[in-house]
């Protein structure tokens, strides 16, 4: 299995990102998608999650401004940031089936 995440970049405080995260395997539904980040010094935390019927949950952090969603016609899941602040400033991952990780897309956030 390969994920691979993409769309990170450098945006302004305020600003809105879309990440992708594509999984090569076409029984992407039938697990959960995570997205992840890990900012530089600290460790790895959960963002947010879309389970296999769609359910999302978030990170209080991120709760209102991070969406996460999915096109199961293109095995894709995305995380929309809006109202981005230099603490999201972070690498961020997705993971699938609880066990796939992809390879990481930076987002980094200037004031």
């Known amino acids: 299995v390969q994920l691979q995440a993409s769309g990170g970049g450098l945006v302004r405080a305020g600003g809105s990102l879309t990440l992708s995260c594509v999984v090569s395997?076409?029984?992407?539904?039938?697990?959960?998608m995570g997205w992840y980040r890990q900012a530089p010094g600290k460790q790895r935390e959960a963002v947010a999650l879309?389970?296999?019927?769609?359910?999302?949950h978030y990170a209080d952090s991120v709760n209102g401004r991070f969406t996460i969603s999915r096109d199961v016609a293109k095995n894709t899941a995305y995380l929309q940031i809006n109202s981005l602040k230099s603490e999201d400033t972070a690498v961020y991952y997705c993971k699938w089936a609880g066990k796939e990780w992809g390879q990481g897309t930076l987002v980094t956030v200037s004031s």
């Open positions: 879309i389970t296999t019927d769609g359910t999302e």
């Open positions: 395997r076409s029984i992407f539904s039938l697990y959960d």
